[in-house]
């Protein structure tokens, strides 16, 4: 640097190659806040998805105690089971409410990251539903492609350059300096700025005008030597390239452990996808036989046997079915 103290102390953190990677971190800074937007857009996305299904699953099983009490209502045997199923109606009702409030705040979450208004009259629907195949993926691509695209390293990596090329710098100022110096001059003379004539009456080349002296070029001087300069002792220019050294150690240590972490967070991810594919399985096959028990329990209840316990049975039975179908629906989202 031709100035130490340009920026303050530390007086090396100027350049060209500098400005530029500082340029490309708040291109990167850009890249991020983007990613996070579609990574937010996506998530909220499929909030909405859920909770319309949830919601669906709520109308569903009100619609079906609400028949199932009517048919309740013909029997005489029913006794308690007909307040119990009018219990579970009025919760239904209530779920149903609830349900109906979480579909709208995910809608207007969604709406929000999108830009768009908050009422206009129209309703934001999925039309893409998750898929439930098993996604096999390669651990040593997938670590690759995450320590070369995750955004943190790559800012990291810009960040160490940039501190090589400071340490660069400041062990150049810690060092004698040596400049070669150059000058070279046209005057002007005269007695006037800008005279009508040329002739001052005393010299040949006449210096009555100075614009005229100055065009003809007759007064040239140039000038050349070496310049060298050494302050005593360089304990500020010393300390600084020990700053430096300490940060650049620094900050390769954290791009290390940083390295270190993505690992691990992509083992986690990887081992929560697993789990959750696993326990989507079990949910699905818990579903199908929660609906197939309410069905037994309903085929039960119907025949010649009409005990009220296994009218109480039903109402469990369908309570059962849909906790199940709506555990399976959150486990795929």
Known sequence: PAQANLRGVSGVSQGVLISRINSDISLLEFEQSVTTMLRDVENRYWDLYLYLQLYESEIETFRDL????????LRKEAGDA????????????????????DVLKAEYRLRRLLGLPL????????????????????????????LSNRYELRRQKWEIRSLELQLRASENLARPRLDFVSQY?????????????????????????????????????????????????????????????????KARAVLARQEEEIGYELSDAIVNMEQNYLLAETGLKKAAAAKRYAESALARANAENRDPVLLGRVLEAK???????????KLIV
């Open 66 to 73: 609400v028949r199932f009490r009517h048919q309740l209502a």
């Open 82 to 101: 007909v307040a119990q199923a009018e219990n579970r109606i009025y919760e239904g009702d209530a779920r149903i409410k609830g349900s109906l409030g």
């Open 119 to 146: 009422n206009d009259n129209t309703f934001i629907t999925p039309v893409d539903v998750p898929s439930a195949a098993k996604l096999e993926l390669d651990w040593e691509s997938s670590l690759l492609e995450s």
């Open 185 to 249: 001059t046209v005057n002007g003379l005269g007695n006037h700025l800008h005279g009508s004539q040329d002739d001052d009456g005393v010299t040949d080349v006449g210096y009555n005008s100075f614009y005229e002296s100055l065009s003809q070029g007759s007064n040239k001087s140039w000038t050349t030597g070496l310049s060298f300069s050494m302050p005593l002792g360089l304990r500020l220019a010393r300390a600084q390239v020990r700053n430096y050294e300490l940060r650049l150690r």
């Open 319 to 329: 309570i059962t079915s849909r906790d199940s179908d709506q555990g399976y629906l």
